[in-house]
Nanobody
Framework: QVQLVESGGGLAQPGGSLRLSCAAS????????MTWYRQAPGKQRELFAH???????NYADSVKGRFTISRDNAKNTVYLQMDSLKPEDTAVYYC?????????WGKGTLVTVSS
């Protein structure tokens, strides 16, 4: 059974930082690409950070230079370090992977950026 469990969301001030984690189980994590999506209120879900099994990364322009995706294969966990947070980063953040041709999503963690 594949499970993706996000954690680390919460309230942050503009300019602040948060670190999200996504713990994966039921897959061979070391060979799996992992992706972070987010969905802001009233908007479509947005892909914004991706890491391959070899740790190559890609980012949407909206987060480039502020967010960093990384992985720890020993812990079956992908991380998202979010710095210089802006109010427009407020969203539910989801972890995603595709394993054996099936899409898997975590339940999401809410990030609110507000003063």
């Amino acid at each position: 059974q594949v499970q993706l469990v996000e954690s680390g969301g919460g309230l942050a001030q503009p300019g602040g930082s948060l670190r999200l984690s996504c713990a994966a189980s039921g897959i061979i994590f070391s060979i799996s690409a992992m992706t972070w999506y987010r969905q802001a209120p009233g908007k479509q879900r947005e892909l914004f950070a991706h890491i391959t099994s070899s740790s190559s990364t890609n980012y949407a322009d909206s987060v480039k230079g502020r967010f960093t995706i990384s992985r720890d294969n020993a812990k079956n966990t992908v991380y998202l370090q979010m710095d210089s947070l802006k109010p427009e980063d407020t969203a539910v953040y989801y972890c995603y992977t595709r394993w054996r041709l099936i899409d898997y999503w975590g339940k999401g963690t809410l990030v609110t950026v507000s003063s």
